[in-house]
Every structure is written in C-alpha cells, then in structure tokens.
C-alpha cells in the first residue's frame, strides 16, 4: 500500500504528459506474470443475482462542457432502457483525480468503476482493488463475448497481459499521436506529408533552411522515444527478470539522432510551452506529434482566415520506420472498483450498452476520438464524421499499428527517466552512453525495488 501511495504522490508530483504506452505484437495474449492478488472474481456458475430495485453505480469521471453532456446523455438513456441499474455519474476534479481516487478506493467508499490507464492500473490490481471481470465479459447472454475480435490486436493485448487472458480493463475508445504539419510550408517547399522518420527529418531541414524556424517537435519526447526504440525492433521491459529490455545500440543511436536535430536547429524540445499547439499556431515550429484528441487547440491556436499568419493545416499517421509498426496506445479503458457481483454486473450492463455500435460513434464523435470496436470504426456515420476530422481519419489510418508496453509496477519510473535520458542529451549535459547507462541504472532500482 505504502508503494501505491508513493507512485500516485509521484505522478502528481511529476504532472507527467500523456500516459500509457504500447509494444508490437501478433496479437497473442501473454500468460504469465498475473499478478497474485485476492481480487473478486464472478462465479464460475454466473448465476446473476436476484434484487428486487434498481442497483445504483456509481462512475466517477473529470469531463466537462460538451463531454458531460454526452456522457450523461448516453447515462440517461442506458438508465432508461432498463430496470435492474441505475448508473450515478459524479464528476471529480481533475487536479485532485489520483490522490482522491486512491483515498476513496482504500477507504471503500470509492465508486463502482470509472476510466484508467494500464500503468495506473497494475498498482490497483496488485492491491486487490480490480473486479476480475472475465467471467463476466465472457458470459454470451450478458457478456461482451466479441470483445476479442471486436478490438486491435496490440489493445487486446494491452488490456490482457497479466495472464490467462483475463480481463480487467474494458476499452470504450482508442487515441495515440498524429503527426500535425503545416501544410502551406510543405506545400511551398513542394514536399508531401512524411511517412517515415528519414522524410521527417529532411523535411524538417527544408522547414529550417527556408523559414528559420524548428521543422519538428514532439509534445511527449517519452512517448516518441518509446516509439522509435519499438519501430526499430527493441524489448522494452523484460518483465519475468523486472528490468529494462531496450536495445542499448538502437536507444543511443536515437538519442543522438534527436540531440543532432536539436543542436542544428531543425529539432526542439516542447520547454515551457508544454504543448507545441501555440507554437505550431504561431508558426515556431512545422510540424509536431501530438494528441488526436488536441485537434481543437491546433486549430484554436491558428489564425482565422484572413488574418495575418493563417496556414493550411495538415494530419498524418505517425511515421514508421523499422521492422515493427507502433505507435502508442491511449485508449480510454474503464474499470470495475466494485468489491461484489451486482454492481460488477450493472458495471458490464452500462459498458456494453456503452460500446453498442451506434451508440459508440455517437460517443466517439461528441469526444472526436475513434472507437475501440472495429464494427463502429467501420460504421459509415463514423466514417463520414472522420472525413471531416483530420486526425480521427489519421489516427484511423494507424489502427493496426497499436502496440503496448509492458505495464508493471514501477514502470512509470521507467517513462520518468526517458524523459530525463532524452533531454540531457538533447541539451548536452550528457552524452548518450552515459544518460543510457544513468537510466538503466535508475529504472532497474525502480522496477526491483516493486
């Protein structure tokens, strides 16, 4: 308990970017490396419990605006299409998220479910929090039997790696990087959007040359630098001996690719802006990598039309270059808190209302994220709205290049230190074999010491 607390405290601390991450595979799921905890788990029998009013659930969420709406929205109908369950929702406050959750849940006053991150998750499985819902999910009267077929390989594989395909984390949506380029500047120096990272870093040379400005900067270097190791063919964690797998070659050729661009110019590090959506607006950098789901702030942050300084914006898949296709993996799964049956099963009643095909693209569209099931990504309703998203129609362009990394406890340790890895060496305060070692080091301690 005392090691859940310290990693929540740490992530707070940290205000980390972006979160979760994900490693190529066939689609196999692994089966070892379960954790040993207590968690309740349905009946083998699945007889469903009888009740004689409505079992309130509860789910906590930090949406706001236009996302609340929705979501109450689609509450509201569940609720109404049935008389078993009464799904509550209660909005928490960001800022106060983790800590409030971990207290609540300890506490057992926690909610019945609410959304949460593989990384997040293995803390709470390892304490028993997590309803093992396999039982459930696999139930073919109530269930969501398809659940494998309906869902990419490296998300199924993500949502399932603790072992015998057992399910703790229900998908609803999808979302990773895109690529964002300013399509007037590619235009003129008459270069097309890049598909691997070798046209990436051309183009962001003639970006440099022509316009005197970085070409290329990335809003979460962790999550970049993940994805170049894994693209190039790297492990990343070996989670049986709980230590760092990533190719020392591969990592420090990448570290000096990175720290080259940023020396010359035609690379940046995102500093104090946090994220490269005003910087792109302003035109201090050509392209970037960042958040499908920030498609809003870019345009926000472009001039109008007919104002000086408006630019044509353009949204690509992330460039894959290497053996492996990957890109990372924040999808927006949910989990069940709950410590007994008829509220782990009011849990399943709402998701699977949640994930039928048309009221998924509804969800989808109003969050303008892609859905996690492919019979709703291939609904014309949801094509014909990703034809007028830029990124959704990106970020469905790289469906099949979902991966996921290990997730194990102290592996946001792990993410901490790329971080730190990359950018002393982006800014030359140490050389890559050195940052290397220094976080192996660093990141083997954490991972041994859970």
């Keep these: 308990m005392k090691k859940l607390i310290s990693v929540v405290l740490s992530v707070l601390l940290l205000a980390a970017c972006f979160t979760a991450c994900a490693k190529p595979n066939s689609g196999d799921t692994a089966t070892t490396n379960k954790p040993e905890t ?23 969420h930090t949406l706001t605006d236009h996302h ?12 109404a299409s049935q008389d078993q369950y009464t799904v509550v929702a209660e909005q928490q406050p960001y800022s106060e998220w983790d800590a409030k959750l971990l207290q609540s849940v300890s506490n057992g006053i926690g909610p019945d479910f609410c959304t949460m991150f593989p990384s997040d998750a293995i803390n709470y499985m390892s304490e028993g929090y997590l309803y093992d819902m396999t039982d459930l999910v696999n139930d073919p009267e109530t269930g969501i039997p398809d659940l494998k077929e ?17 399910v703790y984390l229900i998908p609803v949506l999808y979302g990773s990087e895109v690529l964002y380029y300013n399509k007037t500047m590619l235009d003129e120096l008459g ?46 964690i070996d989670v049986d001996a709980k230590s760092v797998a990533i190719d020392r070659d591969i990592a420090i050729e990448k570290l000096n690719w990175f720290a080259n661009g ?13 994220y490269f959506s005003n910087p792109f607006g302003s035109q201090a950098v050509g392209m970037y990598v960042g958040s499908a789901a920030g498609v809003d702030y870019v345009y926000a942050a472009i001039p109008a039309e007919g104002e000086t300084g408006h630019f044509e914006v353009g949204c690509a898949p992330i460039p894959q270059e290497g053996p492996n296709k990957y890109i990372s993996s924040w999808g927006t799964t949910y989990v069940c808190l709950s410590k007994d049956e008829a509220h782990a099963r009011g849990v399943l009643a709402f998701l699977k209302f949640m994930t039928e095909k ?27 709205y ?22 194990i406890p102290g592996a946001a340790t792990v993410r901490t230190e790329i971080d730190k890895m990359v950018q002393s060496v982006a800014l030359g305060t140490a050389d890559a074999e050195t940052a290397f070692d220094n976080f192996v080091a660093a990141s083997n301690a954490a991972l041994n010491d859970n």
């Design 191 to 236: 270069l097309a959007a890049p598909t691997t990272w070798t046209e990436l870093e051309n183009c962001a040379k003639a970006i440099y040359e022509k316009y005197g400005v970085a070409g290329f900067g990335t809003d979460s270097i962790t999550d970049t630098f993940q994805g170049w190791v894994m693209q190039a063919g790297s492990q990343y």
């Design 68 to 79: 609340q709406a929705a979501l109450d929205g689609i509450i509201a109908d569940f609720n």
């Design 358 to 384: 048309d009221t998924l693209v509804k969800w989808a569209t109003a969050f303008g994220s892609a859905p996690a099931r492919k019979e709703a990504i291939e609904d014309p309703a949801y094509a014909e």
């Design 386 to 407: 990703a034809e007028t998203n830029i990124a959704a129609k990106a970020l469905i362009a790289e469906y099949d290049c979902i991966g996921y990394l290990p997730s």
């Design 150 to 166: 309906q869902t990419a390989a490296g998300l199924y594989a993500e949502i399932t790696q603790w072992g015998n395909e057992s």
């Design 262 to 274: 940023i020396k010359e110019g035609y690379f940046r590090l995102v500093g104090e802006d946090y």
């Design 38 to 60: 207590q968690q309740t788990a349905a009946p083998a029998d699945n007889q469903k419990p009888e009740a004689t009013e409505p079992v309130e659930v509860v789910l906590w």
